[in-house]
């Protein structure tokens, strides 16, 4: 590849080193702070070199993250890089990609737009939550990396007759393509989710699930009360063991004691949301996203 410049925000800086280790650069990490009342500061210490790469991750507290994402735009392309590709691994605000109710705005679209407006030709977002949203509300050239082998590697030899499951019709395509690289069997819950109040229930429906080992697989994990509720209907119907897999690590507060609580083995999921279950990293996964972008557009 040629020279180019990955730059990070602090929130990312790990990954964002995976990512210069696999494609050969070293990271700048940007100069940040925060003014007494409490507005956000970013500063490029270093010129571009060749393209820019961004890596800001919009995990918790997910609001000043992106604002942290759009200022450090703003910065890089008024020092005019050959192209400024944005990493953003996990895409905060990606489940309301519509108006469930009357009144509500679509958030993905104003996130989408805003990246695009504060300078990015390029976008990188890792299983985002409707990959369609991405063409519906982008120009630029984009890519949505799927960590579904760098998974399936992850539990590779570790389960028993497996079965993938998943929690709603939605995250289908997900477990189908973990499933497909463990050679497992998959299926999947129907699952509904109350717009006002956020309860979860699961439509009843008899699986192929005795004596077998379960790997749930998610986009994102926040409460744990998608997983937990599909980790006990399986259990109830006679599953050996219960994994959970989910790129996003967002866990609120009590998201691990309630699947631990609820019969699950081991939580694991990917390094887009720092966390102390976030053992798989998407990196090699952003890096093919990034050259095939790098093909299209350089
Ligand atoms: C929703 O459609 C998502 O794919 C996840 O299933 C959901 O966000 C998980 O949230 P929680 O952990 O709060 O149940």
Do not use: W
């Given at each position: 590849?040629t020279?180019?410049?990955?730059y ?7 990954l964002a ?5 696999a494609?050969?650069?070293r990271?700048v990490?940007?100069?940040?702070k ?5 507005e956000?500061y ?5 010129r571009?070199e ?13 609001d000043?993250?992106?604002?942290k994402?759009?200022l ?10 050959e192209?400024?590709f ?7 605000y ?10 509500e705005p ?6 989408l ?9 390029g976008l990188?977002?890792v299983?985002?939550?409707k990959p369609s949203?991405?063409?519906?509300h982008?120009s630029?050239?984009?890519r949505?990396a ?7 590697e992850y539990?590779?030899?570790?389960l ?12 289908l395509?997900r ?10 069997d998959?299926?999947y ?17 008899s699986?192929?699930v005795?004596?077998r080992d ?5 986009d994102?994990?926040s409460t744990?009360?998608?997983?937990a509720?599909?980790?006990s209907?399986?259990?109830r119907?006679?599953a ?7 790129t996003?690590?967002?866990?609120v507060k009590g ?8 019969g ?14 976030s ?7 952003i890096?093919?996203a990034?050259k095939s ?6």
């Amino acid at each position: 590849m040629t020279t180019m410049t990955v730059y990070a925000l602090d929130s990312s800086n790990g990954l964002a080193a995976r990512i210069g280790r696999a494609i050969g650069d070293r990271v700048v990490l940007l100069e940040g702070k925060e003014f007494p009342d409490g507005e956000s500061y970013v500063r490029v210490p270093q010129r571009p070199e060749g393209p820019a790469i961004l890596v800001a991750s919009l995990h918790p507290p997910q609001d000043k993250n992106f604002v942290k994402l759009l200022l450090a735009l703003e910065a890089i392309s008024a020092l005019k890089p050959e192209g400024l590709f944005v990493v953003v691994p996990y895409l905060a605000y990606a489940r309301q990609d519509k108006r469930f109710l009357e009144g509500e705005p679509i958030s993905v679209k104003v996130i989408l737009r805003s990246i695009e407006a504060a300078g990015a030709t390029g976008l990188v977002v890792v299983d985002v939550h409707k990959p369609s949203a991405l063409s519906e509300h982008l120009s630029i050239p984009h890519r949505n990396a799927m960590p579904s082998r760098e998974v399936a590697e992850y539990f590779k030899g570790r389960l028993r007759s497996p079965l993938v499951l998943a929690p709603d019709a939605g995250a289908l395509e997900r477990a189908k393509s973990v499933a497909e690289h463990l050679s497992a069997d998959y299926d999947y819950l129907v699952k509904e989710r109350d717009r006002v109040t956020g309860e979860v229930r699961v439509q009843p429906k008899s699986m192929d699930v005795q004596g077998r080992d379960v790997l749930i697989v998610d986009d994102v994990i926040s409460t744990g009360g998608t997983v937990a509720l599909a980790a006990s209907t399986v259990l109830r119907q006679g599953a050996s063991r219960v994994f959970a897999a989910c790129t996003h690590a967002v866990m609120v507060k009590g998201a691990l004691d309630l699947m631990m609580s609820s019969g699950v083995e081991e939580v694991v999921a990917t390094d887009t949301v720092p966390s102390p279950v976030s053992r798989i990293t998407v990196a090699p996964a952003i890096v093919e996203a990034l050259k095939s972008l790098f093909d299209e557009v350089l």
